[in-house]
T-cell receptor, first 117, second 113 residues
Framework: NAGVTQTPKFQVLKTGQSMTLQCAQD?????MYWYRQDPGMGLRLIYYSASEGTTDKGEVPNGYNVSRLNKREFSLRLESAAPSQTSVYFCASSEEGLAGVVTDTQYFGPGTRLTVL | RKEVEQDPGPFNVPEGATVAFNCTYS??????FFWYRQDCRKEPKLLMS???SGNEDGRFTAQLNRASQYISLLIRDSKLSDSATYLCVVNLVTTDSWGKLQFGAGTQVVVTP
């Protein structure tokens, strides 16, 4: 199993450009997440998807959109990139436990390093 | 104020020594606690959960102090491979915070030969 995969690994954008970060998991997890990690700060949740067909905002959703394409795939889109979106982006997934309660262990992809000039 | 606070370090530790560090959390209703490990330029990975009574996993010992709202991680007999950033993670577990983990910024540990 590959676990959680992300593409691309690195990306440089100019201000105003758009792009989509791709994420896929092969663990049959219901829940998927997008985080950003900036120096001196913990991972911050951008968006999450509790299950296929649902998405919700996290702590820092402004400037981003997401699509839960199917159970495996959860993409993050920057419509008009800004220098403040320079960051490392991690996708994660977690399985659903008993009675629909999401378990706490999250499995992360290798990250996408994005620079916006 | 940050929800989860950690001393960023670095903690420079001779190989074979013991190192310990804490993490404080602000929300007393927090219910689940974890330590994740993150190697340089890699993704975070779960190291261990932290249980109320404290727990060990090999050379790693985690403790929870609910009264003072902190968790701790102790590493005994440090190995060079223990060099990493250790992320303190807290889960509030309410209907609004479902599945939303709160991450600290991490404590860097550098084990030297």
């Amino acid at each position: 199993n590959a676990g959680v995969t992300q593409t691309p690994k690195f990306q440089v954008l100019k201000t105003g450009q758009s792009m989509t970060l791709q994420c896929a998991q092969d663990m049959n997890h219901n829940s998927m997440y997008w985080y950003r990690q900036d120096p001196g700060m913990g991972l911050r949740l951008i968006y999450y998807s509790a299950s296929e067909g649902t998405t919700d905002k996290g702590e820092v959703p402004n400037g981003y959109n997401v699509s839960r394409l199917n159970k495996r795939e959860f993409s993050l889109r920057l419509e008009s990139a800004a220098p403040s979106q320079t960051s490392v982006y991690f996708c994660a997934s977690s399985e659903e436990g008993l009675a629909g309660v999401v378990t706490d262990t999250q499995y992360f992809g290798p990250g996408t390093r994005l620079t916006v000039l | 104020r940050k929800e989860v606070e950690q001393d960023p370090g670095p903690f420079n530790v001779p190989e074979g020594a013991t190192v310990a560090f804490n993490c404080t959390y602000s929300n007393s209703a927090s219910q689940s606690f974890f330590w994740y490990r993150q190697d340089c330029r890699k993704e975070p990975k779960l190291l261990m959960s932290v249980y109320s009574s404290g727990n060990e996993d090999g050379r790693f010992t985690a403790q929870l102090n609910r009264a003072s709202q902190y968790i701790s991680l102790l590493i005994r007999d440090s190995k060079l491979s223990d060099s990493a950033t250790y992320l303190c993670v807290v889960n509030l577990v309410t209907t609004d915070s479902w599945g939303k983990l709160q991450f600290g910024a991490g404590t860097q540990v550098v084990v030297t030969p």
